[in-house]
């Protein structure tokens, strides 16, 4: 293995451990020996998107793509910072690029379908999640995001529901899938089966979720309901992320 490789692997490991400014230094390390390297600036992008900096991980993605094509994620960032930064134009031409290339996989199809979903071009999402669940049948993200986008269409309750449950079987113990569907069922004024896919959490589950709008979510469950020493474990997570992001502000 290369040393452009070596730095690659562990530099994405990192990435994907969350550890973002460990994983910048490593790359950015790498560029002062080799400014050319395309793939260490799609990297860099990457982890900028991470750390929620759109216009460092933009400037990263744009330098890459003068060096190199982009591989599928890192056009599927270029879409994303486009749409994030207010330029849907070019976002979409990013996009339909992208839907006309074959062989993409799961991870880029599923980029993609949530780009052209805040594109508005809901049935490309569908048909997107729908072709990564054929790739891969137990792709839970897949099913999730698929029940996201048919109730974004306009498609019954029922089939939403159907779909995104599937998810739950797949992976029983993502919070998110459980936390999204109860959301959805309590918009629509269905409590006690909202409330039922939520009755298990505990300290251990709320503390998992780093969403303050999906908190302030359940909260309102499991007011309805009753379940007040809930609503104070939820409430003390809130304020928790709260003070995370007040610190990263006076941090930047």
């Given at each position: 293995?290369?040393?452009?490789?070596?730095?690659?692997v562990d530099a994405r490991q990192l990435l994907n451990q969350k550890f973002y400014y460990q994983s910048l230094r490593k790359v950015d390390n790498a560029l002062n020996d080799d400014p050319d390297a395309a793939p260490l600036w799609e990297?860099?992008?990457?982890?900028?998107?991470?750390?929620?900096?759109?216009?460092?991980?933009?400037?990263?993605i744009e330098t890459a793509m003068t060096l190199?094509?982009?591989?599928?994620?890192?056009?599927?960032?270029?879409?994303?910072?486009?749409?994030?930064?207010?330029?849907?134009?070019?976002a979409y031409q990013v996009a339909d690029n992208l839907w006309k290339k074959k062989g993409?996989?799961?991870?880029s199809r599923l980029s993609l379908a949530a780009i052209f979903n805040q594109l508005g071009f809901?049935?490309?999402a569908v048909l997107l999640c729908r072709?990564?669940?054929c790739h891969d049948p137990a792709e839970s993200q897949a099913y999730y995001d698929l029940s996201v986008f048919l109730g974004?269409?306009?498609h019954p309750l029922h089939i939403v529901?159907?779909?995104a449950r599937r998810a739950i079987d797949l992976d029983p113990e993502n919070v998110y899938f459980r936390v999204g569907l109860a959301a959805t069922l309590h918009r629509a004024h269905r409590s006690r089966r909202a409330y039922e896919l939520i009755q298990s959490f505990g300290q251990s589950e709320i503390r998992q979720i780093r969403c303050g709008c999906c908190l302030k979510q359940i909260i309102e469950i499991f007011e309805q309901t009753g379940d007040f020493e809930n609503v104070q474990t939820c409430e003390e997570q809130l304020n928790h992320l709260n003070g995370i992001d007040h610190n990263r502000k006076e941090n930047d």
């Open positions: 293995m290369t040393d452009l490789s070596e730095t690659l990297l860099r992008g990457l982890i900028h998107r991470g750390l929620t900096n759109l216009s460092g991980a933009l400037s990263s190199a094509p982009l591989s599928s994620e890192g056009s599927c960032l270029l879409a994303e910072c486009y749409v994030a930064l207010d330029k849907p134009d070019l993409l996989d799961n991870s809901v049935n490309r072709k990564a669940i974004r269409g306009g529901e159907s779909v």
